[in-house]
């Protein structure tokens, strides 16, 4: 990993579907081993973003680099390098835990003993090795999330994209996931992760960017930013900085979404 | 975190990743028998009925100087079997596109798509699977066909080309059905399309002679990809040498069906999706 050059830059990053635009001259720059918390409100862009940096979706216009290569002219080597936890439950239903880690061991090609050994060890480390021989689709929702983070990180991925991991997820589980996401950027690894809780924002990011119709509109360190806009917490800084307007076009589809949302990880 | 000891070498492997995906897809129909039971259930509930309730008569009314009845059953058998089979095989295709509409529409493709590999293998894992599937699909209806008084008359040779027919026309229907799966909106949809492959086999000369359709009917069924691959199957199983054009043809039609299932499912994979 090149140590001093950023582990994610975007610049002018455009992205529309259809005459809807919804990603509007997106910048972001993302320090190697740090963890920056994407927040915004239901709607502005944050899974298209993200979608946007882990190849899934193709940017209209701008330059996007992740680990070095451009997500346009590279895909494969940006796949390479990292490692994504969508917003969706991404976890095979019908395989136990330890058969969808070790499938993720397999497609990294950590040849078997190592594999069997990673596997393992993120199954300890997630709090996930007494159900592991238990098909995924009799877990619960908490569960499901720590498997579907322990799977994206089964590859020892140099950035990792967070979307919305811990939401519907009961506090412990929530502490849990903290606590690996902060370990892992701790070791190096670099995290972007979307959020719609801000007291999640404050304890686990080194930098916070506020994302509102289709552009940052605040970035900084969660003190620098509760500092320039004079207020006492983030949820002040949010409130201040979202256009409420957005939130009332969007919001039909965004409260529809959110429910569909919380389904799919309490499932 | 050990992020620094483990290296895992960067990359697609297309061969080693296309055969983790068939273990994964193997797996799956083992948890999930359901799919697999009924697309092995349906040819068997055919051939019975068109045996046990048509076959009396129908059998007296396709081949030449048969009288209805047992006489009539037996030959009708002798007469469908290579249909059935054939059936037998687009309805193993016909599940795997539920089965890509399934990972298309949980979360795991888009997984799959984060990672480093190639399309190829996560759609090929599936596709082979398929073709296992449809090959013991075959030994299973053929057996009950045998059982029930059948008796091809295929030599070694026969049964290898036979085996060599069934797993390329299997190959062709699965990369079809895979796109028409990843095409499909939701998994309740995902068979509606493949169901008109299945129809194919029916309307061809498998079930009665063409020469006995009105004139459109015929003129699809003579033209239609299944006709020339059900009549290389009966030659191989009746022990005769199959005509060299239309086993050309049927090898051909496969060859087109598989090039365009394959290019379309490769670019439904990387399409964006809501
Ligand atoms: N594939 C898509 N096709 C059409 N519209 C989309 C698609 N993905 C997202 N959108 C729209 O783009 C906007 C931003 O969505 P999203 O990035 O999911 O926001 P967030 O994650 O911040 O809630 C929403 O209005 C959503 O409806
Ligand atoms: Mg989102």
Redo the contacts with the bound molecule.
């Keep these: 990993m090149p140590g001093t050059s950023p582990a994610i830059e975007i610049r002018g990053l455009r992205k529309s ?2 005459d ?1 635009t ?1 990603l509007d001259g997106v910048d972001l720059t993302v320090a190697a081993g740090t963890i920056t918390a994407l927040l ?10 993200v ?1 946007v940096l882990s190849t899934l ?1 193709r940017p209209d216009a701008g330059t996007v680099r992740v680990a070095g290569h451009d997500v346009v002219g590279a895909p494969e080597a940006v796949r390479a390098a990292i490692g994504v936890t969508g ?1 969706m439950s991404a976890v095979d239903d019908l395989l136990t835990g330890v058969e969808n880690l070790r499938l993720m061991a397999s497609l990294h090609h950590l040849g078997k003993r190592a594999g069997r050994q990673r596997v393992d060890a993120l199954l300890e480390q997630f709090g996930i090795a007494d159900a592991a021989r238990k098909p995924v689709a009799t877990w619960s929702g908490g569960m499901r999330r720590k498997l579907d983070l322990a799977m994206t990180l089964v590859g020892s991925p140099s950035v990792v994209f967070l ?1 919305e991991p811990t939401t519907g997820l009961d506090p412990r589980s929530r502490r849990t996931l903290w606590d690996e996401v902060t370990a892992l950027a701790a070791a190096g690894t670099t995290i972007l992760l ?1 959020t719609q809780y801000l007291e999640e924002a404050d304890r686990l990011a080194h930098r916070v960017a506020v ?1 509102d119709r289709g552009r940052i509109v605040a970035d900084g360190t969660p003190a620098d930013l509760k500092a320039t806009h004079d207020a006492g917490t983030l949820d002040d800084v949010f409130l201040r900085l979202t256009e409420p307007s957005t939130e009332a076009s ?1 919001g039909a ?2 409260s529809a ?1 959110s429910a569909t949302t919380t389904e799919e990880v309490a499932r | 975190m050990t992020a620094a000891t483990i290296t895992p070498s960067a990359g697609a492997r297309p061969l080693a990743d296309t055969l983790t995906m068939l273990r994964r897809n193997l797996l799956r129909a083992v948890r999930y028998p359901g799919l697999t039971s009924f697309t092995v259930g349906i040819p068997i509930v055919l051939l019975l009925l068109f045996v046990f309730v048509f076959g009396g008569a129908l059998g007296a009314g396709v081949v030449p100087g048969v009288t209805p009845g047992a006489e009539g059953r037996a030959a009708y058998l002798a007469y469908i079997t290579p249909a059935i089979l054939l059936f037998a095989v687009v309805g193993a295709a016909q599940s795997v596109a539920i089965t890509a509409a399934m990972d298309a529409t949980s979360g795991i493709m888009a997984r799959f798509r984060t990672m480093a590999i190639a399309p190829g293998s996560v759609l090929g894992g599936p596709v082979l699977g398929t073709v296992i599937q449809a090959v013991v699909a075959v030994v299973i209806v053929l057996g009950l066909s045998v059982a029930l008084g059948y008796r091809p008359g295929a030599g070694p040779l026969g049964w290898l080309a036979l085996l060599g027919l069934v797993v390329v026309v299997a190959f062709a229907t699965s990369w079809l059905c895979v796109a028409m799966g990843l095409a499909a909106k939701s998994v309740e949809t995902a068979s509606n399309t493949p169901m008109l492959l299945t129809a194919l086999p029916f309307l061809g000369s498998g079930f009665v002679p063409v020469e006995t359709m009105p004139a459109a009917v015929r003129w699809f069924a003579e033209y239609q990809p299944f006709t020339p691959i059900i009549e290389t199957t009966r030659a191989l199983l009746t022990g005769t040498a199959p005509d060299a054009s239309t086993t050309v043809l049927a090898l051909g039609w496969c060859l087109l069906l598989g090039a365009v299932g394959y290019a379309w499912s490769r670019a439904l994979y990387r399409r ?3």
């Design positions: 579907f259809g809807q919804v915004g409100p239901n709607g502005a862009g944050k899974t298209t973003t979608g979706l917003q979307d979307t994302l969007a589809s965004a979404q | 964006e999706r809501a």
